[in-house]
């Protein structure tokens, strides 16, 4: 019986572990934010030295990340990166020029550096394109308490451990001399090394970005909570965000779904992936099917638990009740056989009796 439950057991981990990483792989939220993969925007942030470099890498065409076309012009939106610096917090805002009137908040870096020099970051998307918290941090910042704000390095099988206050970005913001980046570009008035292109279709974006999801799920991770809830409500609550009334209509028309009616182009978006990085151990990566809403259907083998062995417990010896005898005093015996001395032949004579 208890094999049994063992094995159940098993199986049952086992649909929580590949429903789980389905969840990670597969995340398709039906809003236009789908056509910004903001795992590739933290790793982007993390490999950039500035905020300037950052902006301009973001906006390139051959980076494969900015898909977004919020106003329905048929190209590319201009992202722009700001910071805005309280003491030692850094708000880090990216968003859009929809019209010459409207911007859109696309999502926020959250950048803290501690008393003791230990830094939190969490990427946040704009509840207009991505919904309610929707929260992205590193692998490496580990809490279960809610309220704690603190930052502990833990190892993981997926990622090692590296110290968010090390990044060449993080260094960057927080140097002696660092004069905040504000965007300089506006609607219409872009830098002259940038030309909107045609975005894909939302499938062909996801078959781009299909071959790196195994690197963006070990090193950085969705969380439920804010790490400082007072910026949150800050943030939300003062002149940070930018809403456009352009977006919340099209958005409420579901005019953005039509980008994701396309599930035959994956095959394309992953041939140009392959082309761009030929060299990456990921090119063998064969984009998955489609259910019939669009949603591509991961099947990932995972090994089942092995059954937990309780150790064999050795059986004591039965206790009689009685006390062993004393052996106090008496000496170990020989093993050797005693051999009785032989008797005198006088002494075996019989005695003649004296009268």
Same mark, same amino acid.
């Given at each position: 019986?208890?094999?049994?439950?063992?094995?159940?057991?098993?199986?049952?981990?086992?649909?929580?572990?590949?429903?789980?990483?389905?969840?990670?792989?597969?995340?398709?939220?039906?809003? +236009?934010?789908?056509?910004?993969?903001?795992?590739?925007?933290?790793?982007?942030?993390?490999?950039?030295? =500035?905020?300037?470099?950052?902006?301009?890498?973001?906006?390139? *065409?051959?980076?494969?990340?900015?898909?977004?076309?919020?106003?329905?012009?048929?190209?590319?939106?201009?992202?722009?990166? =700001?910071?805005?610096?309280?003491?030692?917090?850094?708000?880090?805002?990216?968003?859009?020029?929809?019209?010459?009137?409207?911007?859109?908040?696309?999502? $926020?870096?959250?950048?803290?550096?501690?008393?003791?020099?230990?830094?939190?970051? *969490?990427?946040?998307?704009?509840?207009?394109?991505?919904?309610?918290?929707?929260?992205?941090?590193?692998?490496?910042?580990? =809490?279960?308490?809610?309220?704690?704000?603190?930052?502990?390095?833990?190892?993981?099988?997926?990622?090692?451990?590296?110290?968010?206050?090390?990044?060449?970005?993080?260094? %960057?913001?927080?140097?002696?001399?660092?004069?905040?980046?504000?965007?300089?570009?506006?609607?219409?008035?872009?830098?002259?090394?940038?030309?909107?292109?045609?975005?894909?279709?939302?499938?062909?974006? %996801?078959?781009?970005?299909?071959?790196?999801?195994?690197?963006?799920?070990?090193?950085?991770?969705?969380?439920?909570?804010?790490?400082?809830?007072?910026?949150?409500?800050?943030?939300?609550?003062?002149?940070?965000?930018?809403?456009?009334?352009?977006?919340?209509?099209?958005?409420?028309?579901?005019?953005?779904?039509?980008?994701?009616?396309? +599930?035959?182009?994956?095959?394309?978006?992953?041939?140009?992936?392959?082309?761009?990085? !030929?060299?990456?151990?990921?090119?063998?990566?064969?984009?998955?099917?489609?259910?019939?809403?669009?949603?591509?259907?991961?099947?990932?083998? $995972?090994? +089942?638990?092995?059954?937990?062995?309780?150790?064999?417990?050795?059986?004591? !010896?039965? %206790?009689?009740?009685?006390?062993?005898?004393?052996?106090?005093?008496?000496?170990?015996?020989?093993?050797?056989?005693?051999?009785?001395?032989?008797?005198?032949?006088?002494?075996?004579?019989?005695?003649?009796?004296?009268?």
């Amino acid at each position: 019986m208890q094999k049994l439950l063992r094995f159940v057991l098993s199986l049952f981990l086992w649909g929580i572990t590949a429903h789980l990483f389905a969840q990670s792989e597969t995340e398709k939220l039906d809003l +236009p934010g789908d056509n910004l993969n903001l795992y590739a925007v933290m790793k982007l942030f993390q490999e950039s030295k =500035t905020l300037e470099s950052f902006e301009k890498s973001l906006n390139a *065409q051959l980076s494969g990340i900015n898909n977004l076309d919020l106003n329905g012009d048929e190209g590319t939106d201009y992202i722009r990166v =700001t910071d805005k610096v309280s003491g030692d917090i850094h708000t880090i805002t990216l968003k859009t020029a929809v019209s010459e009137n409207e911007d859109q908040n696309i999502a $926020v870096f959250f950048v803290e550096k501690k008393s003791d020099g230990k830094v939190l970051i *969490q990427l946040v998307g704009d509840e207009d394109l991505y919904g309610k918290d929707y929260i992205l941090e590193p692998n490496n910042t580990e =809490t279960a308490n809610p309220g704690y704000t603190g930052l502990e390095t833990v190892k993981s099988a997926q990622s090692n451990p590296v110290s968010v206050a090390t990044w060449p970005m993080v260094r %960057y913001v927080f140097s002696p001399g660092y004069s905040a980046w504000n965007s300089p570009w506006r609607w219409r008035y872009y830098p002259s090394y940038w030309k909107p292109w045609r975005p894909r279709y939302w499938h062909s974006y %996801y078959g781009y970005h299909y071959h790196l999801h195994k690197s963006y799920n070990a090193r950085y991770r969705k969380w439920k909570y804010f790490r400082n809830p007072a910026w949150y409500g800050q943030y939300y609550s003062a002149n940070f965000r930018s809403r456009s009334i352009i977006v919340r209509t099209k958005s409420n028309r579901g005019d953005y779904k039509t980008t994701y009616s396309r +599930p035959a182009t994956a095959s394309e978006g992953s041939a140009l992936f392959v082309k761009r990085n !030929p060299k990456s151990r990921s090119v063998s990566y064969r984009v998955p099917a489609f259910d019939k809403n669009g949603r591509p259907i991961i099947v990932k083998q $995972v090994e +089942p638990a092995r059954p937990i062995k309780k150790p064999v417990k050795k059986k004591k !010896p039965r %206790y009689s009740g009685k006390k062993p005898a004393s052996t106090k005093g008496l000496t170990k015996p020989s093993s050797r056989k005693s051999v009785k001395p032989a008797t005198p032949a006088s002494s075996r004579e019989p005695k003649k009796e004296i009268r």
